[in-house]
């Protein structure tokens, strides 16, 4: 299947830091990719979705000022917390679809901790 | 939106038994019903997926039914094994791609 990356897998900052998480296509051309908060036993929770060339849409109840999202090519996507909080930590993922196929890839995962 | 309810949100089965989770959903429009399985730490990975048009779909252990009247769908895992231990969740999406997620189940396979 197709493989999606995210970068770093892990990452610690301090309270009022910004953090940029990347999530790259592979092997395909994605021309939507989707970004997921996971909070620790809890389901995945849609915060935004972008496309190519284009602003991505937020969910209802996501800051777009807080979470920057950027989809400059059809094989990266990248995420900036903004003024990270200690609320702010938990497990994010992206996810990558391509053409006219429903299946999402799902990248390993960012888990951001903030102190 | 879409609102996917998951049933049970814990399962315990001893190896070899049958597992079946329940899902339910509101939108009537979504026509996508993908299944997760999520070990810990990882990224969720597709175990089975299943469209508006089809009532039924199998892959060896694992086969998925949907009820378009009723907007229920459900996951059957047969003759299961420890490593069928996970989180599973189920969603459902519209034409517009986006997922939404049922809360999971946990399932334990007792050897």
């Known amino acids: 299947g197709a493989v999606v990356s995210q970068h770093p897998s892990w990452v610690i900052c301090k309270s009022g830091t910004s953090v940029k998480i990347e999530c790259r296509s592979l092997d395909f051309q994605a021309t939507t990719m989707f970004w997921y908060r996971q909070f620790p036993k809890q389901s995945l929770m849609l915060m935004a979705t972008?496309?190519?060339?284009?602003?991505?849409?937020?969910e209802q109840g996501v800051e777009k000022d807080k979470f920057l999202i950027n989809h400059a090519s059809l094989t990266l996507s990248t995420l900036t917390v903004t003024s990270a909080h200690p609320e702010d930590s938990s497990f994010y993922i992206c996810s990558a679809r391509g053409g006219s196929l429903s299946e999402q890839y799902f990248g390993p995962g960012t888990r951001l901790t903030v102190t | 939106g879409e609102n996917v309810e998951q049933h049970p949100s814990t399962l315990s089965v001893q190896e070899g038994d049958s597992a079946v989770i329940k899902c339910t959903y509101s939108?009537?429009?979504?026509?996508?019903f993908p299944w997760y399985k999520q070990e810990l730490g990882k990224r969720p990975q597709l175990i089975i997926d299943i469209r508006s048009n089809v009532g039924e779909k199998k892959d060896q252990r694992i086969a998925v039914t949907l009820n378009k009247t009723a907007k229920h769908f459900s996951l059957h895992i047969t003759e299961t094994q420890p490593e069928d231990s996970a989180v599973y969740f189920c969603?459902?999406?519209?034409?517009?791609?986006?997922?939404?997620f049922g809360a999971g189940t946990t399932v334990t396979v007792r050897a």
């Open positions: 969603a459902a999406s519209r034409g517009d791609y986006k997922l939404s």
């Open positions: 972008s496309n190519e060339g284009s602003k991505a849409t937020y």
């Open positions: 939108d009537s429009a979504s026509n996508y």
